[in-house]
């Protein structure tokens, strides 16, 4: 049986087919949004390009709410509906997740060399576990074993109010804040939020820049605006990661993914991050009990895909 997944994140869609709970090596492609006007013109493409293979399903995980098989992007203005993805793939088999749920599904087919440890901590067999998605957003999701399969909750915790704990943190916030005051985390957290982070630190040194995500890890040695947005990034991580693994418990381990959780994961032991996450005051020792790693794979959400699929036969 040939499954089609589909990975749409907020500038690129990566489209592959899938036997079982896996990728078919090789099948993966990436496009760009900006090249196609919605989701069932990048999954003609891919068909075409792939021999228009009969499918037996498809799955797609979107970054943004899900409800009744259809889900608008967070950060594009694109519509998806399940039933659009059923006519272009050709099957009536078809599931729309939003991503986090879709890295949740990855969870139990994911090599231990695509892991990397952040924090170290004991893990509970069987125990709820938490992803946390840091790339063009923010979001995260609870992950629970049940004995007739694996339930991923939904969220929008990249809107949550970002956490304001002193003078520093305000300013940011208020900084950040939109026209109606509201500073939501994902504005800090996520690959844009870096940037604006920058921002922040060279106006409040009196010498205001732009740089974009890119620009300020590149920067970290030279610019000491950059390393001090980038350290401010990692804290701000810990502090959330923090939070998230209070309100949900996951003894099981808690995984970063996406494209920014890749690139700050070599910066978190020297900027910050375990202190940052374990600083809840009498639940400081409570926080030793998570594990935090780092999801290295970028086709996890594709795997999550194909492992739903292969789940629900």
């Not at 504005?187 to 890119?214: C, M, N, Q």
């Not at 594990?291 to 999550?304: C, E, P, Q």
Request: charged fraction near 20%; include cysteine.
């Amino acid at each position: 049986m040939t499954s089609l997944v589909a990975d749409i994140g907020g500038t690129n869609t990566r489209v592959a087919l899938a036997e079982g709970p896996v990728p078919v090596p090789g099948s993966v492609r990436r496009f760009r949004n900006a090249d196609h006007p919605d989701l069932t013109d990048v999954l003609a493409a891919y068909l075409a390009e792939a021999g228009s293979p009969e499918i037996d399903g498809a799955c797609a995980a979107l970054a943004g709410p899900v409800r009744h098989g259809r889900g608008k992007l967070t950060n594009l203005d694109w519509i998806i509906e399940e039933d659009a993805i059923a006519r272009v793939a050709g099957t009536g088999r078809v599931k729309l997740l939003n991503d986090m749920a879709a890295q949740g599904h990855a969870l139990d087919h994911i090599a231990p060399g695509a892991l990397e440890t952040v924090l170290e901590g004991p893990a509970q067999p069987g125990g709820p576990r938490l992803v946390i998605g840091i790339g063009t957003g923010f979001n995260a999701a609870a992950v629970h074993a049940l004995p007739h399969g694996t339930l991923v909750t939904e969220a929008e915790a990249g809107q949550v109010s970002l956490p304001v704990g002193d003078a520093e943190t305000l300013s940011l916030a208020r900084f950040l804040a939109e026209p109606d005051g509201f500073a939501p985390v994902e504005e800090a957290l996520s690959g844009r939020g870096l940037g604006r982070l920058y921002d922040w630190a060279t106006a409040e040194a009196g010498t205001p820049r732009r740089l974009d995500g890119h620009g300020v890890l590149a920067a970290l040695d030279t610019d000491p605006e950059a390393r001090r947005a980038a350290e401010t990034f990692v804290r701000l991580l810990g502090t959330v990661a923090g939070d998230l693994a209070l309100n949900h418990l996951p003894y099981g381990g808690i995984y970063l993914i996406g494209g920014m959780a890749c690139a700050v994961t070599p910066l978190a032991s020297g900027m910050g991050f375990a202190e940052a996450f374990r600083r809840k005051g009498r639940f400081a020792e409570l926080m030793r009990a998570f594990r935090v790693l780092t999801v290295t794979d970028d086709s996890a959400a594709l795997t999550g895909c194909a492992g739903y699929l292969a789940s629900a036969e």
